[in-house]
């Protein structure tokens, strides 16, 4: 074979001619003869074997030349040919390789067929894959049925292309590189089969899951040509340009750039490609369009594949963290997560690996505080993932922990949610304590810490000289010791023997009467202690001595030698014969053991305090951000409550100091109408409270109930409340722990299991919220609760009582809702026999809790008892009796003379006194009380009674009447269901005027035992200093507030009285109550309540905080339900904003926020408002003033309603008095957000106010609005304003007269041209525009209240304006003389129930 076949760059170059013996394409076949072409190489492929292609080549070529003409049967025989080839040469080719007589002729033949067939098989690929992807493109989904025959073949693609992969992987397995001279394969070769695998990568559908088996073919295909055909540069080179053009490919590359690395061996593909990202610059990646997002998402992907292949490149993509791209931000952090989590982590690391973890840690840690959101989020959440998988030092939780609560203040509710997750997963996965408590943990920390302190003082203590060996110390002053033996063992001079023999002398003294071994020792102290000159003298003279003893013994011939070898035999070598050298020799091995022993218990004792402190640090960060997560329950935003829930339930678990508090603070969040919360919160409190976890049913009920109860424990009404919706959603579900917990609560209830009387409570008032979902639950027990909370012992435990009251309530709130006969019972039952009895008793009784037992009571009464005003009626009579006997037996003391007791008078009839004040005001309460639920059963239970029976009568007339003729309805139909209509309506007034007229005659009639106790009420208000008992007043004025209820009669008679008590009564309380009272009424009988008004508001200025608080809360009630006319007495509730107490000052704003959520509301206020603050008689400081009209100023959003107000207050000026109102209306003006008509307008009113310039207060708040116009004006405007300022500054400084006289206005038009902007003045005679006269009247129309008027062209006279808020008379406080009593003004109609029926 002559030719060589040379890959072309193109398809189009094989039919040239080319070099020298290259290999061209003769013929190609036209694409009708090509079956036949393809027939004659299929038998040519049975015959010759893959060899054929080297004669076939051309009919292969013509196929992929002509693929858009070519018939898609014939592409897919030659595909199909084209893969026998190739397999068949993979099968052939091994045992060629392996020969060691391989021709050239047949290795030049073998390439070529390899090149041939390779070729042909990636080009038809590429074209069959493009007519895949053009198919399902121009295919709709809608248009399936219309699929030609094409469409139907490609079906079967993804196999054959799997195939493909397959086989050509099997043949480049094969070391085919020997093939090619000096084993070089041409780089044509390679990229012809490169392009095949990413053109096949471009598919969109290669990231799906049924892509998968091509996914992997093109991965080992390309790892092939990696490992074998150096393909490793080119491989990065593309899959950085694939990944930016391509966004379905970063997960792909990972999972295939890991493959390479970790089953190829490939390793430094990884760095290659790391490096190429490195290399972008920050700028480029801050272009839309350069690929960081696949950027971000390749490295993410490949970081959690191959993290410990990424760490030695992670210095290249550190880089990216300083640049602009957060994206990539984002992704390197998530690397260095990954990094953290599964190589930097553990005990085993070496240093090097310890400081790399160190450095991650700190870049982590400056990036919590990224300048992007999106940045700070994906950090957080790395560092959930490193918590929750125990890699995080224990060293840096308190550092990371104080960053997180940091984040919960983030502006961004992503960073928030993530930080929530963070510290929830810190709590889990703590490695401190399973409860976590500062409380708990601060004694055992002082403990161990005195323990710590005491074991080092006595470690301290011990002689530390048995740590140096004696060995040691000898070598240290064996030098300094042999100058002084040499000196000693020389002549000395004569000052020098002096010297010494006075030393001598009481060296001798110290020898007197010792034998050698206590010589010895005073040699070795005087060593020790640095006495050299001394220990050597004594020496010599123990020398001559003892010259017999075995320490000295040497000494015999004395020289510096035989010295030195003394002194070191008495210093280090006499251990065994004196235990006294013992401490200056090593110490023993026990000593040395039992050394090592305390070293560790000291050891262990400062871990122990260091891991207490560490806990104590955690708990306190950990109650830290439960307080600031406790406030994120109420947030807005449904996915920071769910994460703020969920928190909560953790830390709760974990017995965190007030953890029950946020489990509380959640609960009312059952009420909320967002699914997802109440959801939230129901799944928290059954995984806290009604999931119990024990071995039987039993015991699971039993955890639950006690659960259950110590929540009970303490809770408010409203916990209680929230509770039951619970509980009521728990026993409704049909959980098999139900009827056992029933039992088990009975059993509390009942005192067969012995339990506290709290508990007892707890345990009725469940039974009360399970009567909810089942009624049968209270209703089949109701004898059972009667003997135990209402029996003889009632008067024991009121408490109990009042509770199992509220627990028979339940059963009437199913029966209410049907349709038949109400569910009353007998007037002699049990029930009601025991509560007459309980409270008739309790009435001569002094107990607190009597009061809250009898409200309870009688509303059962009136809900449960057939006739129930015979039965209270009956109660009264009873009670009342009980009374007189008992003021009987106590002799003279009666409710009047108990208010005359002389100062002499014993402490016994003081305590009788005492006793009969608190018995009169308990049957007075009883009255009130009887009083109120006799109106509400009239207008609700009776009024629904009647209802029913007419409906029943209509229904039995309907049934009496025969059937007339059909289309006789048909024609009547509309008049019929009129009239109907309107006799419905018209008996519905019938009933409603009847029980008006029951109230206004009957209840209070003197046959009526109410009557009677309604002139004692009116005695007792109207006299506080015959009648001063707290308990007493306090009664007798709220059953007089429920008297008046009755009827508008007894309401206008007592009004007043009501009144004086609200503003003369010294008791808080009295107040309040007289508040809530009064509030009540105005929704009653609002036209008789309505002079009365400017006394309500008064409340908001007490003295007591409580009573603000209430005059506040009722006040919003009522101006929000529209009871009560907005006025300028709102001025009274926008002083609350700045209340001391910071509970009053929060309902005072919430009044605000609702109330702007009425149309102009507070706009038509505001003028009023401003004049009442700045009123100087009131006294306001000028910081106050400017808080206050900041948060009402925010309210106001609409351009034209700031042009009004401009207007408004501009006017204000001419009838402001003092300088203090000038400077306040001033301020207002620099309050609101202004735009060019405003401005516009504010030049207009100059007239207003330019004669109060002069003034600070007045120039200042002006020129702060110039300044804030001029931000971001244009120039035109910008002009007008600075021309504005102008002039404001040369009124202030020079006064209005010298700025405004005609010769300045002669000198201005001198030195002006006609371009000069000027201020435009409101010209007296100059004619406005129709189009100005409209918008003045439209905004004039907007605001009726507060009515600009329009200066009169003709008049000169300055105009004084008037407006509603300065008509009405200031209102004194509420008078006691009937003459002045406040006359209805303004009556307020009520609508007809046939109207609100319609509505």
Known sequence: MSWEFIVPVCVGDLVKSGGINQYVVQDVV???????????????????????????FDTGYSVIKQSSSVDLNVKEDTLELLIQVVSGLSVSLPALLLSTSFATAERKQQVNAVKMSVFLLCKLTEALESDSHRQNIVTAPGKAGKKGKAGEGL?????????????????????????????LVEEEFVSCVTCCCYKLLENPTIGHVKSKPTRDGITHLLGVLIKKYNHLLGASVKVIQLLQHFEQLPCVFAQAVSVWSSEYGVRAIIGEVIREIGLKSSEELAREGSGVKAFASFLSELG??????????????????????????????????????????????????????????????????????????????????????????????????ELAVGRLMDKSINVVKSAIQL??????????????????????????????????????????????KASELWAAMEPELQVTVRAELEPASEPEEEQQGEEDGAAEEDEEAEDDRTTAV??????????????????????????????????????????????????????????ELSQNLPPTPKKEGEKEAEDGELKKQEMLVQYLKDTETFALQVERAISVINTMLYWKTTSVVQEAVQFCVTVCEFSVANSVSGVRKMLPLVWSTDAAIKDAVIQAYRRLYLNPQGDTIRVKAQTLVESLSELMVDASLGTIQCLEEIVQEFFGSGSSLESTVVQVLWERFTGKRETSSLNRRAAVLLLGMAARAEREVVLSNLDTLCSVALGEKVTEDFLLARDAVITTCRI?????????????????????????????????????????????????????????????????????????????????VDKDAGQQQQDGSQESSEQSEQVNCVCLAQLLALCGCVAFWQVSHLERSVSAELRRRRGETEEQEEKEKGPGSKAKQMANESAMEEELGLVGASAEDAEAELIRKICETELLAEENLLCAFLPLLVRVCSSPGRYSHPQLTTAACLALSQYMMISPSVCEENVRLLFTVLERSPLPVVRANAIIALGDLTVRFPNILEPWTQNLYARL????????????????????????????????????????????????????????????????????????????ERGMSAEDFNTIMKQLFSYITKERQTESLVEKLCQRFRTAKTERQWCDLATSLSLLSMCERSFKRLQECWECYSDKLTEPGVYQPLLAVTAKLRRGAKPLFKAQVDEFEKRLT???????????????????????????LRTPLPAKGRPKSKRVQAKASASSRADDSFITPQKSRKSKKPVTVIFSSDEEEDEDDAVMAESETPKVTTPITRSSRRARLRN
């Open 1290 to 1316: 040369a009124v202030h400084t020079r006064g209005l007269e010298n700025v405004e006289s005609p010769e300045m206005e002669e000198e201005n038009q001198r030195e002006g041209g006609s371009t000069v």
């Open 522 to 579: 005073k040699i070795a102290q005087y060593l020790r202690v640095n006495k050299y000159r001394n220990a050597v003298r004594l020496c010599v003279k123990a020398g001559s001595c003892f010259p017999e003893s075995e320490l000295f013994a040497l000494l015999s011939t004395l020289n510096p030698e035989t010295l030195m070898a003394t002194l070191a035999l008495i210093f280090k070598g006499s251990d065994e014969d004196s235990p």
């Open 1101 to 1176: 200025s007490d003295d007591v905080p409580s009573v603000r608080q209430t005059a506040v809360t009722v006040l919003t009630q009522l101006v929000l339900k529209d009871v009560l006319k907005v006025k300028g007495q709102v001025s009274e509730v926008a002083v609350l904003l700045i209340d001391s107490e910071r509970h009053i000052a929060s309902l005072a704003l919430n009044f605000f926020n609702e109330l702007a959520s009425k149309d102009n509301a507070i706009y038509n206020l505001l003028p009023d408002i401003i004049s009442r603050l700045s009123d100087p």
């Open 812 to 892: 009437t709130d199913h029966i209410k809702q049907s349709k038949g006969a109400p569910f009353r019972l007998p007037q002699d039952h049990q029930l009601f026999t025991c509560l007459t009895q309980a409270i008739a008793e309790g009435v001569v009784m002094e107990d607190p809790y009597w009061q809250s037992f009898m409200e309870q009571a009688v509303r059962l009464i009136y809900f449960l008892a057939e006739s129930p005003d015979q039965l209270c009626s009956r109660l009264l009579q009873r009670s009342a009796r009980l009374l007189l006997d008992q003021i009987a037996e106590g002799g003279e």
């Open 304 to 401: 959690t594949l191959v993290p410990e292949l990424i760490l030695p490149n992670i210095s290249v993509l550190i880089t990216h963290l300083e640049g602009e791209s957060h994206t990539m931000r984002v992704a390197v952090c998530e690397v260095l997560g990954e990094i953290l989590v599964r190589v930097l982590c553990g005990d085993g690391l070496d240093e090097s690996g310890k400081a790399d973890r160190d450095r991650f840690f700190d870049t982590m840690q400056e990036h919590l505080h990224d300048t992007h959101s999106h940045v700070r989020t994906r950090v957080l959440q790395v560092y959930t993932r490193i918590v929750n998988s125990k890699a995080l030092p224990l060293c840096r939780y308190s550092e990371v922990m």
């Open 155 to 183: 079906l079967q693609w993804d196999s054959e292309r799997e195939k493909v992969l397959q086989t050509l992987i099997q043949l480049l397995q094969l070391d085919v590189r020997s093939l090619w001279n000096l084993s």
């Open 30 to 56: 036209s694409p009708k003869q090509l079956p036949s072409a393809i027939s004659r190489f299929k038998s040519a492929l049975r015959s010759q074997g893959p060899l054929c292609i080297l004669e076939h």
């Open 423 to 468: 510290l929830a997963a810190f709590i889990a996965h703590n490695p401190y304590s399973c409860k976590l408590s500062s409380a708990d943990l601060q004694k055992p920390l002082e403990k161990e810490t005195t323990k710590l302190k005491e074991m080092k003082a006595k470690h301290e203590g011990k002689a530390p000289v048995a740590v140096i």
